[in-house]
């Protein structure tokens, strides 16, 4: 990665918002805890970048393994092109389970939740699987990883 655009600390957590060498014009974030370094994003603006980061500070509490022993800290999405264009968001825990959210429909279609590639069609409140923007799925993807996945409907 390209050089670092800012840098913001809390809680233990160190963070270096940079350049993005995968995507030009994008930003990535690097969080350093006395246990790991976590590098994940694809910000389309610093202020995207600088938000997310102000974030993870203020969440930095509430990052906790799951009761089965996989474990969600801290919340890490990745992105990458999608098969259809456009971007996906992914994240992984260290045992391998996946959650993701992507456009199946093309980048002018809604975003959809996944979980181990299947897709989520409601999370038991009354979003039917089915949002706006990427950063709404995400949003309801880390609330049912908090859960252990126990409200998600699979297709």
């Given amino acids: 990665?390209?050089?670092?655009?800012?840098?913001?600390?809390?809680?233990?957590?160190?963070?270096?918002i940079r350049h993005s060498a995968n995507a030009p014009g994008f930003f990535r974030i690097e969080a350093r805890t006395p246990e790991d370094v976590y590098d994940y994003g694809d910000y389309a603006t610093l202020q995207e970048a600088q938000a997310r980061a102000r974030d993870m500070?203020?969440?930095?509490?509430t990052w906790s393994g799951t009761l089965s022993g996989d474990c969600w800290r801290p919340i890490v999405w990745q992105s990458m092109t999608g098969t259809r264009g456009g971007r996906e968001f992914w994240r992984r825990g260290p045992r391998g389970t996946t959650l993701s959210v992507s456009q199946p429909h093309g980048i002018e279609g809604v975003w959809r939740m996944y979980w181990e590639g299947f897709p989520i069609v409601s999370s038991g409140h009354d979003d039917l699987g089915i949002f706006d923007t990427p950063f709404e799925a995400i949003g309801v993807l880390e609330s049912l990883a908090t859960d252990e996945m126990r409200s998600a409907l699979l297709d």
């Fill in 57 to 61: 500070i203020d969440d930095r509490s």
């Fill in 1 to 16: 990665m390209n050089g670092v655009a800012q840098t913001m600390n809390g809680e233990g957590l160190e963070i270096k």
